[in-house]
């Protein structure tokens, strides 16, 4: 059975930074694009980051260029998402995707095309 498991969440002041991480259970987790989305609500869910299998290609949503950076340990099958300079508008649930495609596809940033297994998603919270 496939476990996706976030943590790190947490209420953070404007400017300041958190690390999300996640771990994946169930599956080949280096066969697979891993990505970083979020919900605020009365939104819908977008995309933030997207990760190759090896690690070498990385995209971001441009609300998150220079501030937040996607890595990943495959030899611990986690992921993570470092954020800094957080800001208010960047409060809200954030949710790890694995993809059995080893690739972020062109379309990686909608959920309804990315992702074969989702986590529950942990809370980020910046106040201002």
């Known amino acids: 059975q496939v476990q996706v498991v976030e943590s790190g969440g947490g209420l953070v002041q404007a400017g300041g930074s958190l690390r999300l991480s996640c771990t994946a259970s169930g599956l080949t987790f280096d066969d697979c694009a891993m990505g970083w989305f979020r919900q605020a609500p009365g939104k819908e869910r977008e995309g933030v980051s997207c990760?190759?299998?090896?690690?070498?290609?990385?995209y971001y949503e441009d609300s998150v260029k220079a501030r937040f950076t996607i890595s990943r340990d495959n030899a611990k099958n986690t992921l993570y998402l470092q954020m800094n300079s957080l800001k208010p508008e960047d409060t809200a649930m954030y949710y790890c995707a694995a993809d059995r495609r080893d690739y972020c596809s062109g379309s990686w940033s909608t959920s309804k095309t990315f992702g074969d297994y989702w986590g529950q998603g942990t809370q980020v919270t910046v106040s201002s």
């Open positions: 990760i190759n299998w090896s690690g070498d290609k990385k």
